[in-house]
């Protein structure tokens, strides 16, 4: 569905400490992807990569003003478009309708 | 039952109590029975559910800073205008579509328990991810109050809830709160007499048009759901996770135990943990 942007993406578990994204897609299906979009990580959302745990294996992620630490193997299967990211995740009230 | 006041306890919780001296208050309730209205507290782990459910209460469940903590669902019982109240305190849940053990508990008593009211408690600090469970609840019930706790808190981080557009934009009673400190309790009490008397209706959020087709199915397995389960509430609920293959909903619609969390689970004591008990 979006070919065209897809060029842009990488995965959420390539993104460097303090990097941004934008969620386009995840890959996951069944109760990981429900669960997932449960705790916020839908797409359209900013998420900023916070804490890597010291084996680098969960690391936690802000994640519209809450954190949560996802698996290695999870963050392999969100797909999101690098960004600036300046608001992301920080406790300030999330981004209002950022755009 | 370990509920009972602890004699070296002291009474200076009593004295602090938001609900002390109010003539609302008959006894501290665990006598459940007779009751007029049921209500269900559901919300995101670490909301402050059960701070909620002992100020309503006036009993002391015991309240940690800690996702899980409630592993069972606790009750009592209250008075709000000579009604008496039975108040169900469910573990934290972020969603009714998910598979742990302790989400499956509030999800069956909010979805097949018949609650009058049901009080979803959300974060003040963390609205966003909080709504989700909200709006699932506004999906299947119009009988609902959205507690927003921790506003203090949020206040410290610099974070303004507009408490009046969201009840707006929600068509639910939405009350702002700081249940440690007793604040929006009355506005609380007031919302889940409303809602419980009829005099407050929420408006429902149906799920989004799902076209013709699904809509077919969906009737059917409906159908069959009510024929095998008579009388079940939330069918229609109970249908669409079949047909979007929700394993444990699946799993309890073939071997007969959808609901079953119902039963089994009531406990009158706040859930400790299972081991230490001994």
Redesign the interface.
């Known amino acids: 569905m979006s070919a065209s942007e897809a060029e842009q993406t990488v995965l959420l578990s390539s993104l460097p400490r303090g990097g941004a994204g934008r969620i386009v897609r995840l890959l996951m299906g069944g109760p990981e992807r429900r669960r997932l979009l449960d705790l916020g990580f839908v797409p359209g959302t900013i998420v900023v990569s916070g804490f890597v745990s010291p084996l680098g294996d969960p690391t936690a992620y802000h994640v519209r003003g809450s954190m949560t630490s996802l698996r290695r193997s999870q963050a392999d299967q969100i797909e999101v478009e690098p960004c600036s990211g300046a608001d992301g995740g920080a406790p300030s009230g999330g981004p209002k309708d950022a755009a | 039952m370990r509920l009972r006041r602890g004699s070296g306890d002291g009474d200076s919780g009593c004295q602090s109590c938001p609900m002390a001296g109010s003539a609302a208050v008959h006894r501290p309730g665990l006598s459940i029975e007779g009751c007029d209205y049921v209500v269900a507290l559901a919300g995101n782990p670490n909301t402050g559910k059960s701070t909620v459910f002992n100020a309503l209460t006036g009993l002391r469940q015991h309240v940690g800073n800690w996702p899980g903590k409630t592993v069972v669902r606790a009750e009592g019982a209250f008075r709000i205008d000579g009604k008496k109240f039975r108040i169900v305190d469910l573990p934290g849940a ?2 009714l ?3 742990s053990s302790d989400e499956e508990v509030a999800r069956d008593f909010i979805l097949f328990g018949r609650p009058d009211v049901t009080v979803v408690v959300v974060d003040a ?5 909080n709504l ?1 469970l909200a709006l699932q609840v506004l999906e299947i019930t119009d009988r609902a109050v959205v507690a927003v706790n921790l506003m203090d808190e949020a206040e410290r ?4 809830v507009d408490t009046r557009a969201l009840g707006r934009d929600l068509g639910a009673p939405v009350v702002p709160m700081a249940a440690r400190s007793g604040l929006g309790l009355p506005e609380l009490r007031a919302a889940i007499l409303g809602v419980a008397s009829g005099t407050i209706q929420c408006r429902i959020h149906p799920a989004p048009d799902l076209g013709a087709e699904v809509e077919a199915s969906l009737a059917r397995l409906t159908e069959a759901v009510l024929a095998e389960y008579p009388g079940l509430p939330n069918a229609r609920w109970v249908a669409l996770r079949l047909l979007e ?3 444990s909903v699946v799993r309890e619609a073939r071997n007969g135990t959808l609901g079953d969390g119902l039963h089994g689970h009531v406990v009158d004591e706040p859930a400790a943990a299972p081991t230490g008990a001994s």
């Open positions: 972020y969603s579509l998910s598979n600090t963390t609205m966003e991810r989700n981080k610099g974070i303004r293959g929700d394993p």
